[in-house]
């Protein structure tokens, strides 16, 4: 483990349940914020994509064999 988050969870492991459960809810809705980002910035690249004409149609079977090429 990475001695930074070592000392983190050093440090909070010091801290009274309550205050505990409250790091771990604000940590998750953190990472799904953070998450919800990154979905956000891949779509918006992928519609980029879409607009400059870099994106290919086709059926699955079409993008089985161009993998296999």
Same mark, same amino acid.
Do not use: C, E, P, T
């Given at each position: 483990m990475n001695a930074a988050i070592d000392h983190v969870l050093d440090e909070v492991s010091k801290y009274s349940l309550g205050d505990k459960e409250l790091i771990v809810d604000i940590l998750k809705k953190r990472l799904v914020e953070e998450k919800r980002e990154m979905i956000y910035k891949d779509y918006r690249?992928?519609? @980029?994509?879409?607009?400059?004409? @870099?994106? @290919? #149609?086709? #059926?699955?079977?079409?993008?089985?064999n161009a993998l296999n090429d």
């Open positions: 690249q992928a519609m @980029k994509d879409y607009r400059d004409g @870099k994106v @290919k #149609s086709g #059926s699955a079977d079409d993008l089985f």
